[in-house]
């Protein structure tokens, strides 16, 4: 018996894809990598799969602005017809995340609401951090994730913004708050928001690096990280296509 077949979308200056695949094979997946250009020429490729992870990393080397030519490729490239496939294949009820560039990647196409900022402090931060799932919130992509995950922040536009945080929270629209430390100023601690259908995730955290237990810098030394994976984020995708 196969799992659900998932597309991880990757561009130029992309790292985490090898990653997310890993993630999705154990979560019970599998991973397809594709590259934005095939995508771009073949949109209809997203009819052939059940999950779409845009993955994160350093597209374009962030040299213009982080995840704003990967979105414009996604947007803008052969009259947007991919940007529209995107959202006919969430239409048919395909689940999709956006990981650190590619949370960028779907703010700037429409995907998701709010928008990606320069961290507060004004530099790269690269550390572990502690999220905390929303249960009231109507993602997906949460049901078999644990109440907190730790994994780790690579990014210098990592700050989340958005003009109404409490109405986002009463749509259910939250899906994970920093817990303890808010590592960029993201406004109301939000690290993760789904669209209204719950479909479409996007975090800048790394849940990927944290889906084996001996990735945490401490698992020889406390037992309870291996209750923090964030595995569950894959896991919670696969059992909702299955």
């Known amino acids: 018996m196969t799992g659900p077949r998932a597309l991880v979308l990757a561009g130029p200056g992309t790292n985490r894809d090898r990653d997310v695949a890993l993630a999705l094979g154990l979560a019970g997946a599998e991973p ?118 730790h994994c780790p922040i690579a990014h210098g536009e990592g700050r989340y913004v958005h003009p109404d945080p409490d109405g986002l929270a009463a749509a259910g629209q939250v899906a994970l708050r920093y817990r303890g430390c808010n590592p960029n100023g993201s406004v109301a601690d939000i690290a993760g928001v789904c669209d209204p259908t719950g479909l479409v995730l996007g975090l800048m955290p790394h849940p990927e690096n944290h889906c084996v237990v001996r990735q945490h810098p401490r698992h020889r030394h406390d037992p309870t990280t291996a209750d923090t994976l964030g595995l569950g984020l894959f896991r919670s995708a696969v059992k909702h296509v299955v």
């Not at 560039?101 to 700037?108: A, D, I, K, P």
């Open 32 to 149: 397809q990598t594709v590259l934005v250009d095939e995508l771009v020429a073949d949109p209809s490729a997203l009819r052939r799969h059940d999950i779409v992870v845009v993955a994160g990393g350093f597209s374009y080397g962030d040299a213009l602005g982080a995840g704003r030519l990967l979105a414009l490729d996604l947007t803008a490239a052969d009259g947007g017809r991919l940007g529209q496939a995107l959202r006919d294949f969430v239409v048919r009820g395909g689940p999709v995340i956006g990981i650190c560039n590619g949370f960028q990647v779907l703010t700037r196409a429409g995907l998701l609401p709010g928008a990606l900022g320069h961290n507060r402090q004004g530099r790269f931060d690269c550390r572990w951090v502690e999220l905390g799932a929303e249960r009231s919130s109507c993602c997906v992509w949460l049901d078999e994730a644990p109440d907190v995950i």
